[in-house]
Each structure stands twice: as C-alpha cells, then as structure tokens.
C-alpha cells in the first residue's frame, strides 16, 4: 500500500504535459504486451489497443476479453495500475477546470481575444454599459478592468475580468489592449474628491493613449474645466456624468417627453437610434441625401458632428463625410444592406 502511495504521490506533483506522456506510453506498451500474449484473440494491434482503452475506462464490452492465464494476470495489471492512472488524468483534468473557473472569477487570466470593448472601472454606469453593448452586438466580448477582486458579471460568459490597477501597463496587457476595438473609462465613484476621480481617469487615459493610441477612447469626466487636460491626450470622446444628468432633469421639467426622446437615442433597446450610414454615388448634395433617405423611413441627422446640415442641404457632401441617421433597426439595416 506505501508502495502505490509514492506512486500516486510523485504522479500527482508531475506536470500535466508529463502526465500525459505518461499515460500515452503506458497505453501504447500494454497495446504491444496484450497482442504479444494473446495474438490470436485480439487479430491486430489496433484491436489490442482498443481493448486496453475500454478496460482502463471500464467500459467493458465484451467483445474482446482475455483467454490464457497470462492474459488474465496482465488484465488484472491493467485493473490496478491502468484504471488509477485514468482517475488521476480525470481528476487533474477536473482540477485545472477549477482552477481556471476560479481565476476567472478573481480577474487574474489574461484574456487573448480581439476587437473586444474594455470597460474601466466597475459600477452601476458601467454595468448598464455592458446591458447595451450585449443588446447592441449580443456576440460581442467585453472585458472589464477593476481593482475589486471578484468577477461582478461572473455567469456572463462574454464578459471577461481583469482585476487590478487600469494605469498599470501589465494589467492593459492582460486586457490585450492593443488588440481592442475601444476603451471606455469610467469615474471611478469610490473616490470622492471630483478632481481626484478625473485625475486617475486622466492617468488611465495617458497609459491607454501610449500603449495603444489607434484604440477609440472614451472617457466620463466630472469636471467639465478639466476637459482641457484630457485634450493632451488625444481622447477621443468625453461624456459629462453630472452635466448630462443636470440637463436632462431641468428638460423634464420644462419640456415634457423630451428626456424620453434622448433615452431612446441613447439606448439601442428602446424605439429609434442613431447609426452611421455608408454613402451613395447618387447623392451629390445634402438635399439628396436627406430626400432619399426620407423616403426610405429615416432621417438625415448629422454628418459627424455637423448637426446644421438642414441649413446647407445645397452644398455639396464632401469625400470625408460620414452620415448619421435616426431610424429603427429594420430601416438601418435595409438602407445599409446588412
């Protein structure tokens, strides 16, 4: 008993790639041993492997069994040493299951994936983020980056965490940064000084910038004076949290429905939206434009942050433009041929 003990000890503590050495070599000798002693009842080597593999596993079909005494004996070997060494491969494998499980959870696995949308900083805003990333492109992987230590949407399958500081450099990394198709920061409401939560959202934003500059960055300010310093970094875009939320409460006062207009052009889950449409040879205006796509069911809006376009539909749309639309999905994707 001391002696399979060592046995089971040492192999336990052997890597997995080792192991799996291991047990190939140990299949591939009683194959040979098997078809040695009993050529007559297995035929061919083949058949002699295959009825290792099902004593081992404990299958057991019959349709193959041991005739001589020696046959016997070796299967009683197999029974012993080669049913432990297939329990010890389910059970490792059962444990780095696990284990991955369990980093998974507490946000240490890197995550190897691309075009994937990096969510910093965990909290309601963020939380109501990956609601609409999942109803905007429900395939889609998200990663968040968080100094807690547990995953928040751990039954979330495509939603991956990484815990630690977001300006560390090893941790964007993890998030596989470069690989991402954008960041989005959010203010981290634990601290509570409003300068010192646009300051870390400012060193976060600096290391994104560095590391991966062609990354879209978007970032949730506290503080619109310090929009000046986010400008430094090349940010993309800013959201104003307290700003948005201050106006909207002021136009439901004054103008009734009008913040239920902006919801719903601010969540894809609710009536019209806006998207970005690819443009046609046949438009040569403005006026164009915004007469065919009137009759397709959609309205011309923008064209990038142009919102005057109504005023100038006689000129001419340039090369650069990229148009934006109010629509529901089924106009979008019938305009755009999706």
């Known amino acids: 008993m001391h002696f399979f003990l060592r046995i089971t000890t040492k192999l336990m503590r052997m890597p997995k790639t080792t192991i799996g050495m291991v047990i190939l070599g140990f299949v591939l000798f009683s194959a040979t041993v098997a078809y040695l002693l009993e050529p007559g009842t297995f035929g061919t080597w083949f058949n002699a492997a295959y009825w290792v593999l099902t004593t081992m596993a404990t299958v057991g079909y019959g349709d193959y069994f041991a005739k001589t005494v020696a046959g016997k004996v070796f ?16 059970g490792r494998t059962i444990d780095s299951m696990g284990s991955i499980q369990r980093q998974r959870g507490a946000g240490t696995l890197s995550y190897r994936g691309s075009h994937h949308i990096i969510l910093i900083n965990w909290n309601k805003k963020a939380q109501a983020a990956v609601e609409e990333i999942m109803s ?55 601290i509570e000084e409003a300068s010192l939560i646009d300051g870390k959202s400012l060193l976060v934003a600096s290391s994104i910038e560095r590391i991966a500059p062609h990354v879209h960055t978007t970032v949730e300010i506290t503080q619109e004076k310090n929009i000046q310093n986010f400008r430094h970094v090349q940010i993309n875009e800013f959201v104003l949290s307290h700003d948005a939320i201050s106006r909207l409460a002021v136009r439901s006062a004054l103008q009734e429905g009008n913040p239920e207009v902006i919801r719903q052009l601010l969540s894809r889950q609710h009536g019209a939206d806006i998207y970005e449409v690819p443009g046609n040879t046949k438009w040569k205006t403005y006026r164009d434009a915004f007469m065919d796509l009137l009759s397709q069911g959609a309205t011309l809006l923008a064209d990038r942050n142009d919102l005057a376009i109504n005023r100038k539909l006689d000129e001419p749309i340039p090369p650069e433009a990229r148009l934006y639309i109010v629509a529901d999905e089924a106009t979008f994707r019938r305009i755009s041929g999706v």
Do not use: M, W
């Open 136 to 190: 905007y492109t429900p395939a889609g992987q998200i990663v968040i980056i968080d100094e807690s230590s547990r995953h928040p949407l751990e039954h979330l399958h495509q939603v991956h965490f990484i815990s630690g500081d977001p300006s560390s450099d090893e941790i964007l990394a993890k998030a596989n940064l470069s690989e991402a198709r954008a960041a989005i920061i959010f203010a981290d409401s634990r």
């Open 75 to 90: 299967t009683i070997f197999l029974y012993i040493f080669g049913i432990g060494l297939l329990s010890l491969v389910i």
